[in-house]
């Protein structure tokens, strides 16, 4: 089979670079493309020097810009493409919901627009649990019905997975789609060369965590200990990024090579795990013997109780399963911070 050709959107963010490790490490040409909004060139650097590709494609591109896309699409043997190029905070959306709606949206469509109007191609997209919104069950499956978003950055997630659903639909064939819904991305990849580089103050839990460890931050505030949960702190499904990349390649390989059942399909990403924030911090502190400053703080506004995966369906339809442990990942996320501070 010749090499397939995959256009990752984002590439050089979290996520996007530790999926094209995993792409380039599993065949495939990647081409990597980002508008540096919310990262540096530290990641993409990292991807180069882990894979030993020196000569990997970058694109600067602001995937707003429809005919800049397209460009690419005519510059390349694009087979498949994965939609990570968004913004993704969820308390910034809520001040800012135009901004979001305008460049979630907008990118997406000039990604479909293009895939569109070139045709087969297969379309990848990074949605997120918070479609569930606070679900009446857990675990979640794929059928466990969405709930309204709660945050124009959940919403978006939504419609992007509408538009692409929809998009596939009509396209007679020549487009195929995979979403695939996130539970919480954490650690970094065991070389330490790539991981995590939240913009100011992290709002998300592991980052959070390793900076206060290493002294950027006085003290981890645990948002609620009186939630109806076994340690009365919240419980999520903490996924290891590098899992999650895998995951990835999974997904672009059942799509080029046929292997999809339906047209377009919806896999959960999670281990299928649930960790309370407590036993977060007590699993960070024991692998990495280090001592964690926290405190107890009010619960904050739309975080929901307890979710996680059932990922049977990736499982038994894709063959991948979460493979790291918790204090794997752990241990990954604080050597990636440690490295950061040269340590
Ligand atoms: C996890 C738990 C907090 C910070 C969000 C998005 C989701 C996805 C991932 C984003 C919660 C608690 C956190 C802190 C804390 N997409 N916490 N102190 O909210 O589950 O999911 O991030 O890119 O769409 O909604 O993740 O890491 O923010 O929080 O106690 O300083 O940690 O209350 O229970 P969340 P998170």
Redesign the pocket.
């Known amino acids: 089979m010749s090499k397939k050709t995959v256009l990752v959107s984002g590439g050089a963010g979290f996520i996007g670079s530790h999926v094209s490790v995993e792409l380039l490490q599993a065949g495939y040409d990647v081409v990597v493309a980002d508008n540096f909004s919310n990262c540096d060139r530290t990641c993409f650097e990292g991807v180069k020097k882990i894979t030993g590709r020196e000569d990997l494609p970058l694109e600067i591109v602001d995937f707003c810009d429809e005919a800049a896309v397209k460009a690419l699409f005519a510059k390349y043997p694009i087979d498949a493409v994965i939609h990570f190029a968004a913004y ?3 308390g910034e959306s809520v001040a800012k919901p135009l901004m979001y709606y305008r460049n979630n949206l907008q990118s997406f469509l000039s990604v479909l627009e293009a895939a569109q109007e070139k045709g087969n191609v297969n379309v990848l997209f990074s949605s ?3 479609v569930y919104g606070e679900p009446d069950a857990v675990p979640v499956t794929e059928d466990t019905p969405r709930k309204p978003a709660t ?1 124009p ?2 919403n978006t ?1 939504t419609m992007c997975e509408d538009i692409l659903r929809d998009t596939v639909k009509a396209s007679g064939g020549k487009l195929k789609g995979i979403l695939l819904r ?5 650690g970094a990849h065991p070389s330490a060369l790539i991981g995590e580089l939240p913009r100011g103050v ?8 390793t900076q206060t460890a290493i002294g950027k931050r006085e003290c ?5 200990n009186d ?1 109806p949960t076994p340690d009365g ?4 499904d ?1 996924i290891d990024i590098v899992d999650l990349a895998k995951a990835h390649v999974y997904a672009v390989t059942r799509m080029v090579e046929g292997k999809m059942k339906e047209e377009c399909e919806v896999f959960n990403v999670g281990t299928g795990r649930p960790v ?2 407590m036993e ?1 911090v007590n699993a960070f502190e024991k692998v990495n013997g280090v001592k964690l400053n926290w405190k107890f ?1 009010p ?2 506004p ?3 109780t307890a ?1 996680w995966a059932d990922p049977t369906k990736a499982n038994n339809e894709m063959g991948w399963h979460a493979t790291r442990t918790i204090e794997e990942t752990l241990k990954a996320a604080w050597a990636w911070e440690c490295h950061l501070a040269g340590k």
């Not at 996130?182 to 954490?186: A, S, V």
């Not at 981890?220 to 609620?224: A, N, R, V």
């Not at 702190?233 to 999520?236: E, F, L």
């Open positions: 993704k905070a969820v997120s649990a918070t945050s950055y959940g997630k996130y539970f919480n991305p954490i992290p709002n998300n839990l592991v980052p959070f965590i981890l505030s645990i948002f609620g939630y702190t919240c419980q999520r903490y309370s924030v977060l703080a619960r904050r739309g975080d929901v979710i």
